[in-house]
Nanobody, 115 residues
Framework: QVQVVESGGGLVQPGGSLRLTCAAS????????MGWYRQAPGKQRELVAR???????TYGDSVKGRFTISRDNAKNTVYLQMNSLKAEDTAVYSC?????????WGQGTQVTVSS
């Protein structure tokens, strides 16, 4: 079993910053890639950022240059630093953890960007 716990969402003004944290635990599996996805009301879920165990990163086009993903392999924890937030970044952000044979999702955390 894999457990995924997210934290750090909330309400922030446009131009502000937030940091999301995702901690994963697994007794049986080695955790490979970890990533963040988001889904806004009425829209499809989209990739925000992804990082492999080796540190290779992928970003969605809409967040490049504003968001930074990082990872602590010893803690199986991934961080998403979000800067210069815009109203269109408002969504539920969910962490995805890739393990051999499948993956696991966190429960999601709400990020609201509004004045």
């Amino acid at each position: 079993q894999v457990q995924v716990v997210e934290s750090g969402g909330g309400l922030v003004q446009p131009g502000g910053s937030l940091r999301l944290t995702c901690a994963a635990s697994s007794r049986l599996f080695s955790i490979n890639a970890m990533g963040w996805y988001r889904q806004a009301p009425g829209k499809q879920r989209e990739l925000v950022a992804r990082i492999t165990r080796g540190g290779s990163t992928t970003y969605g086009d809409s967040v490049k240059g504003r968001f930074t993903i990082s990872r602590d392999n010893a803690k199986n924890t991934v961080y998403l630093q979000m800067n210069s937030l815009k109203a269109e970044d408002t969504a539920v952000y969910s962490c995805y953890v890739d393990v051999p044979g499948g993956g696991a999702w966190g429960q999601g955390t709400q990020v609201t960007v509004s004045s």
